[in-house]
């Protein structure tokens, strides 16, 4: 008869297989977390430097539309009527008239 191996030695044997296995995926799940924590990083970074640039961009925008308004409202004021003057002007006439009308009366 031959004889049987130990059973004990079996079960320890399958269990540094299965340390060995676990082990081996528990790395392999370390490296992989490692690859999206340093992917993350990456996309924060590319994150925040869109938005400093989107910033840069709208800040920009807003300056050349902040110029062209302006030169538009200096372009508005150089076009516009005296009425004051004119309206002085206006008054000074009638008074001028009004006292001819009184001693032509």
């Known amino acids: ?10 079960v ?4 540094a297989q299965l ?9 392999s799940i370390k490296g992989t977390l490692g690859i999206l924590v ?3 990083t990456r996309t924060d970074a590319d994150v925040r430097q ?3 640039d989107v910033e840069a961009e709208f800040q920009k925008i807003r300056e050349d539309e ?4 302006r030169a538009e409202v200096e372009a508005l004021k150089q076009g516009r009527w005296p ?3 004119i309206g002085a002007l206006v008054g000074v006439g009638a008074l001028v008239a009004a006292v001819v009308a009184f001693f032509v009366h």
């Open 1 to 10: 008869m031959t004889a049987s191996p130990d059973p004990t030695t079996n």
């Open 12 to 15: 320890a044997v399958e269990l």
């Open 19 to 27: 340390r060995g296995e676990i082990n081996t995926g528990l790395e």
């Open 38 to 40: 340093e992917r993350t």
């Open 50 to 52: 869109l938005r400093a």
């Open 66 to 69: 902040l110029k062209a308004l």
């Open 83 to 85: 009425l004051a003057q």
